[in-house]
């Protein structure tokens, strides 16, 4: 018993540190098998791994994920309001804008 709670702790710490990363927000398209789903991420597509500690049942297409940026795992299920947030940063249409350059005299 000792030993699993020592095997326990290092679990949780292990988590907390691939968690404290810089996450990278993406979108979850579909779980491959158990281990792997595939996810879009800045105009791309991963086939990523999937921390074996999520709830996959709260996984479903589109929903916001957070992908360990160098691995692009997913390490976290973000709530729906991160949705609106991150869309509210999107640009949906090209805005029709002119810019004109001025010289200095």
């Given at each position: ?13 292990e ?18 098998n ?7 991420a ?11 500690t999520?709830n996959?049942e ?18 976290e ?10 869309n509210s ?17």
């Open positions: 018993m000792k030993h699993l709670r020592h095997e326990l702790i290092y679990a949780k710490e988590i907390k540190r691939i968690q404290s990363v810089p996450l990278v927000m993406g979108q979850f398209v579909e779980m491959v158990r281990e792997h789903a595939v996810v879009n800045t105009n791309d597509q991963f086939y990523v791994r999937v921390l074996s999520l996959r709260k996984l479903f297409t589109d929903c916001s994920v957070g992908l360990h940026k160098h691995s692009h795992s997913i390490v299920i973000l709530p729906p309001e991160a949705d609106s947030s991150a940063l999107t640009i949906v249409e090209k805005p029709n804008v002119r810019y004109t350059v001025l010289e200095k005299s």
